[in-house]
């Protein structure tokens, strides 16, 4: 059974996140009232619920805050990928507070650690969306 | 604030679970009717006397109404209609929440049940839904896992709970002989129980450790079995429970708490929600960790039992691995914790998982199982884990 990986679908409000990537550029939102750097895009700031976010462009790098190597696919759509790589990235300040989900590209399974310098490899689909995954620094 | 403990739970069924389902399928609100009729057989209590019943997302011929669907076809007359969506953690959420509707005096005999044997085949079946590959992530448009974590391979629970457990060590020091210990504890637990699956297959920490690796670091082993099977409750009032068959399980704290679904997103992927449904549980039944006879702690994967240890408050933080070196954990030990086998040794039906652990908290109440009872037993530390460590659940359970 080959089943295709799922691609993200961009929503009204998320659709400057991902025309940010498509110019290889992270771009996310920041609460105006509270100052709380907001990931995943939405429309009201998860600490405070002002309404009031406005966009920036952010240097994307940061480091693996914890990740895992898949070796048995996390679903059917996967069989392809494994051993996936999976992470979860913490930017660098001012964003800190701001975490990611992403694959790792460009690295071998066993030089996966936690602390690790990571930089942003944009990953252009041919549906028109790139998505946002890293590779160690350096 | 809190309950009086004036709820007990007086009724219990429970399937066995199968790993290989040996019987004839039925639907969801079969095994439903069955089940409460069990557990109302076994409480003393007549089905005209349910006022209240919870239910979770597990009936399958009615993904919406359902308690309405679940009363109809009872016949049931109810002033309590709940619907659980807390994952493993509904069962425990359905305890508390009905001993709080108890307590408001708007019922005082409360039927929930959880559900997971095997339907039968569907003679027009459609096309498969999509959905189904996606397990409990939701791959709905909008949906915040369909945009940020689904297309990155983020989903189900393997991947979540292993980086957790990898967070973990690299903060705390992880000990993979420690973890495969409370694995193997708990199937020294299972041995004693002749309904767990593993019943009479004990292994040790180098069979854990050699087991598959899934997603570093979680080996095979260190993983729930699905079963078929399924789970009800009885829960009644003071006066009610005054009469019941058995021992009553007084339900004299509860706590709950979530703040996330995909882990990526929670305040700090190793302080789990329990410590403050635990705290909260602790608090309102006025008693301490110290204080409980046994615990039986929502263990999907050794990472998750080992946390609730740490953060339900037996140990210190980042102090787990050393308290499972240091302790016997099985039903024979010195910190007796998932004596039933827990769902490592036990199985997981479905959500009737999360049930096993408040059935066996309540057979070791009553004392009667054999040779896996804990002697004297008066007070039971329960917890609930939904999602990856998405929604938690606790609960104190006393003997009267």
Partial sequence: ?138 | MGLRGDAAIVGIAEYRPERKFSGTPTFSLEQWADLAAQALDDAGLDARDVNGIACAHDVRESGFFVPATVAEYCGFRVNFAERLDLGGASSVGMVWRAAAAIELGVCDVVVGAVVSRPRPLDPTPGPIDPRVYFGSSSNEWGSPQAEFDIPYGNLAQNCGYAMIAQRYGEQFGYDQRAIAKLVVDQRTSACANPDAVFFGHPITIDDVLNSKMVADPIHMLEIVMPVSGGAAIVIASKDKARRSRHRPAFVTGFGEHLTHKTPTYMPNLVETPVGPAARQAFAMSGLTPNDVDCVELYDCYSITALLSIEDSGFCEKGEGMAFVREHDLSYKGDFPCNTHGGQLGFGQAGLAGGMSHVTEAVRQLRGDVGERQIAGCDAVYVSGTGGVMSEQSALVLQGA
């Avoid at chain 1, 920036?56 to 693996?64: K, L, S």
């Avoid at chain 1, 996390?74 to 964003?95: G, M, N, R, W, Y």
């Avoid at chain 1, 071998?108 to 998505?131: F, K, Q, S």
Wanted: net charge negative; aromatic share 8%; glycine share 6%.
């Fill in chain 1, 1 to 138: 059974m080959d089943l295709e990986v799922p691609r993200p679908h961009p929503t009204p409000t998320s659709q400057p996140f991902w025309d940010g990537l498509a110019r290889e550029a992270v771009c996310i939102q920041q609460c105006d009232d509270c100052s709380a750097w907001v990931y995943y895009p939405r429309v009201r700031c998860p600490r405070c619920l002002s309404a009031r976010l406005s966009w920036h462009d952010v240097g994307a790098t940061g480091v693996i805050h914890a990740f895992s190597v898949a070796r048995q696919a996390t679903s059917p759509h996967f069989v392809k990928e494994v051993p996936q790589l999976l992470a979860i990235v913490e930017l660098d300040a001012p964003c800190e507070e701001v975490r990611i989900t992403t694959t790792l590209v460009d690295i071998e399974p066993d030089a996966i650690a936690i602390g690790l310098r990571v930089v942003p490899v944009y990953d252009h689909g041919a549906d028109g969306v790139t998505l946002l995954r890293y590779r160690p620094a350096g």
